[in-house]
């Protein structure tokens, strides 16, 4: 199993461009997830997908749009990028089992926006 | 949500138990305690969790005081490979929408000393 994986690696966009970060995750999860995580500070969620089809904000969802047309696919989308966007971005999957679940995450896309 | 409180760092000599403390002296009754790690330049990985009892796994302890206001993640052989930033976090699975995402503060930074 591949786990969870994040496309691109690296990325540099300049002010107004858009971008599509793709995470997959071949563990047959209902649950994924992405998350950004600024310089020094703990991960923040920006938004969710509870399954396929379905999608939801989280703690700092402006600036983002997100796309689970698939299952095993959730795509986040900048339409006009801003320097404060710039962070690495990781996507996660999880299973929920008697109350809890383990979120497994991808290996991250650092992002630069000049 | 309840709040979590550790040291910004810790240091480890290899092969020596370690011992990570946490502080949520406001968790509710139906908080679980979860525990991740963040290897440099890696993405989050699930080490343990738990509610009331202490718990033990093949990465690590959790142990649980009695009132729950704090909790210890035990590392029984610190190795190389544990040095990572150690995220306690708290979850109410039981509230709905807002219980998917994981609030990660700013953690502890394990080093190992060779």
């Known amino acids: 199993n591949a786990g969870v994986t994040q496309t691109p690696k690296f990325r540099v966009l300049k002010t107004g461009q858009s971008m599509t970060l793709l995470c997959a995750q071949d563990?047959?999860?209902?649950?994924m997830y992405w998350y950004r995580q600024d310089p020094g500070m703990g991960l923040r969620l920006i938004h969710y997908?509870?399954?396929?089809?379905?999608?939801a904000k989280g703690e700092v969802p402006d600036g983002y749009n997100v796309s689970r047309l698939k299952k095993q696919n959730f795509l986040l989308g900048l339409e006009s990028a801003a320097p404060s966007q710039t962070s690495v971005y990781f996507c996660a999957s999880s299973y929920w089992r008697g109350g809890h679940d383990e979120q497994f995450f991808g290996p991250g896309t650092r992002l630069t926006v000049l | 949500d309840a709040k979590t409180t550790q040291p910004n760092s810790m240091e480890s000599n290899e092969e020596e138990p370690v011992h990570l403390p946490c502080n949520h002296s406001?968790?509710?009754?139906?908080?679980?305690i979860h525990w991740y790690r963040q290897l440099p330049s890696q993405g989050p990985e699930y080490v343990i969790h738990?509610?009331?009892s202490n718990v033990n796994n093949r990465m690590a302890s959790l142990a649980i005081a009695e009132d729950r206001k704090s909790s210890t993640l035990i590392l029984h052989r610190a190795t190389l490979r544990d040095a990572a930033v150690y995220y306690c976090?708290?979850?109410?699975?039981?509230?709905?929408?807002?219980?998917?995402?994981?609030?990660f503060g700013k953690g502890t930074k394990l080093s190992v000393i060779p």
């Open positions: 976090i708290l979850r109410d699975t039981y509230s709905g929408a807002g219980s998917y995402q994981l609030t």
């Open positions: 997908s509870v399954g396929e089809g379905t999608t």
């Open positions: 406001t968790i509710s009754g139906t908080d679980y």
């Open positions: 563990m047959n999860h209902e649950y």
């Open positions: 738990g509610l009331t």
